[in-house]
């Protein structure tokens, strides 16, 4: 069965820095685009970055670009998010999520269980 | 980029009933529209990629229709289980954006 288990959040001071880790099983994780989506409280989804199979190729929402770095390492089937210069408007859940298909289009079939984080102060 | 607009925002009705929400996209975005669902305190699940396409192991209660702009999620037959918030998503481009959400509630 696919799994993915996302961690690393909690409650940071606006400029903070924190970073997520997501670590994927049962599929063929170099095979698959991995992307993060968040949710803030209470509100919808905003998808905030996607990254290929082979991790060369990487995009970003503008709102977080410049902040955010998306990365992955194939041989520990693990996806990260380092977040810099936090801001209260990144407060919410944090879902990694596998693409459908190898192609990578940006429809997700598997979630993680959501990581949360806080910007305050 | 391209908006993503749900009719209704919220909507209330009956095990049973029949029900449709509306997905508008601010230009045209061929069949590259997928619907979550959502429940409280979960992560989402797709229910249907490609506008139409039924995502594995999801019931044939929940159809996708619609092309261009416009998209429909139509439930048929509702269960309790269904009550949930509900999403669409295009993937046309980058950035792929949502709707705000449909929240659908027992009457």
């Known amino acids: 069965d696919v799994q993915l288990l996302d961690s690393g959040g909690g409650l940071v001071q606006p400029g903070g820095s924190l970073r997520l880790s997501c670590v994927a099983s049962g599929f063929s994780f170099h095979n698959y685009a991995m992307s993060w989506v968040r949710q803030a409280p209470g509100k919808g989804l905003e998808w905030v970055s996607s990254?290929?199979?082979?991790?060369?190729?990487?995009y970003y929402a503008d709102s977080v670009k410049g902040r955010f770095t998306i990365s992955r390492d194939n041989s520990k089937n693990t996806l990260f998010m380092q977040m810099n210069g936090l801001r209260a408007e990144d407060t919410g859940v944090y879902y990694c999520?596998?693409?459908?298909?190898?192609?990578?289009?940006?429809?997700?079939?598997?979630w993680g269980q959501g990581t949360l984080i806080t910007v305050s102060s | 980029d391209i908006q993503m607009t749900q009719s209704p925002s919220s909507l209330s009705a009956s095990v049973g009933d029949r029900v449709t929400i509306t997905c508008r996209a601010s230009?045209?975005?061929?069949?590259?529209l997928n619907w979550y669902q959502q429940k409280p305190g979960k992560a989402p699940k797709l229910l249907i990629h490609?506008?139409?396409t039924l995502q594995s192991g999801v019931p044939p209660r929940f159809s996708g229709g619609g092309s261009g702009t416009e998209f429909t999620l139509t439930i048929s037959g509702l269960q309790p289980e269904d009550f949930a918030t509900y999403f669409c998503?295009?993937?046309?481009?980058?950035?792929?954006?949502f709707g705000q959400g449909t929240n659908l509630e027992i009457k």
């Open positions: 999520a596998k693409d459908l298909t190898a192609a990578g289009r940006e429809v997700f079939d598997y």
């Open positions: 490609a506008a139409s």
């Open positions: 998503q295009h993937n046309y481009i980058v950035p792929p954006s």
């Open positions: 990254v290929s199979g082979s991790g060369d190729g990487t």
């Open positions: 230009q045209s975005i061929s069949s590259y």
